[in-house]
């Protein structure tokens, strides 16, 4: 494997936080050399120099894309940390019904964003909830799931959804894989009914977001922590231009907004917490 020099990997930090935002730490060259080391041998670079410079001259950005797919970490699970999910069956959606019922004559909307999404896990654990709740009213209400994510592949792989053996047994209930999933050559593939119910598209949250719309409820959970800390105060301000102003956020189970921001106020339900907007 080739090693990287400091002086290179000052320009590689540099060159990553520009295209995703990951600051890394001064500790992690072993992670850029390890992760980079396959595209490296395929293009035959004989150093992180050889490299950078071939990244660069690259107007497609097709290397850029590698590069974020084989440094971003896409650990997720279905039903990652049951709180949200429970407090989104529980307290979330059941209020937001309420409220957004009033309107004589109009279905009710509900729009969800799953902010980097990874794989899908989320977006269809999502997905199950709202159908599990609703049941057959299901159709009474305007309902859109949005999955985002700055990998391609992710994208791509969510959008198709088929999950391995591993995959489907971490975090999803039997009942639930056998109603939600069908078997497939290799693996489980989420079924049409809830396929339809999503859609998944690219996007870095260091850009522009407003053609995202606005949303009722904004899953943003484990991607804070690998953004400095200034990121995440631009991030938060995002998302809460994003929320409507009755809306729910709902953050990762190590992650906090204690010291970032002040546009959210903690609500504690049970024994979980969501973040609404400030009442100005
Ligand atoms: C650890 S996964 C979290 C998945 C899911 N939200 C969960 O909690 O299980 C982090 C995801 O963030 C994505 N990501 C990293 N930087 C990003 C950025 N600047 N914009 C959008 N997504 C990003 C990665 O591609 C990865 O899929």
């Known amino acids: 494997m080739i090693k990287i020099t400091p002086k290179e990997y000052q ?23 390890t992760r980079l080391a396959p595209i490296m041998k395929r293009l035959e670079c004989t150093s992180f120099s050889d490299f950078y410079n071939k990244c660069r001259a690259d107007r497609l950005k097709k290397m850029e894309q590698e590069i974020i ?27 937001l019904i309420d409220k957004r019922s009033n309107r004589a004559g109009i279905p009710p909307t509900i729009k969800i964003w799953s902010a980097a999404c990874s794989f899908g896990q989320e977006v269809y654990s999502i997905a199950i909830i709202l159908k599990e709740l609703l049941g057959s009213d299901i159709s009474k209400y305007r309902i859109s799931i949005v999955g985002t994510d700055i990998s391609d592949d992710a994208v791509a792989r969510s959008s198709y959804g088929l999950y391995n053996q591993f995959e489907v047994e971490r975090g999803l209930p039997p009942n639930k894989l056998r109603l939600y999933f069908d078997q497939a050559d290799k693996g489980w593939r989420i079924k049409d009914e809830l396929r339809a119910m999503v859609s998944f598209r690219k996007q870095n949250l260091f850009q522009s977001i407003a053609a995202l719309g606005r949303f009722d409820i904004i899953f943003c959970r484990n991607v804070a922590i690998y953004f ?15 929320l409507a102003p009755d809306g729910y956020l709902l953050i990762g189970a190590q992650e ?25």
Do not use: W
């Open 69 to 95: 797919d084989a440094i971003t970490t896409n650990e997720t699970y279905f039903f990652r940390d049951k709180s949200p999910f429970d407090l989104l069956q529980h307290k979330i959606l059941p209020d």
């Open 11 to 33: 320009t590689f930090c540099k060159y990553v936080y520009d295209i995703c935002g990951i600051t890394l730490a001064p500790n992690q060259s072993y992670l850029i050399e």
């Open 256 to 280: 906090s907004l204690t010291g970032i921001t002040d546009l959210f106020e903690p609500q504690r339900y049970l024994r979980s917490i969501f973040y609404q907007k400030q009442q100005k």
């Open 228 to 242: 400095s800390q200034p990121d995440k105060v631009k991030l938060y301000e995002k998302l809460g231009s994003a």
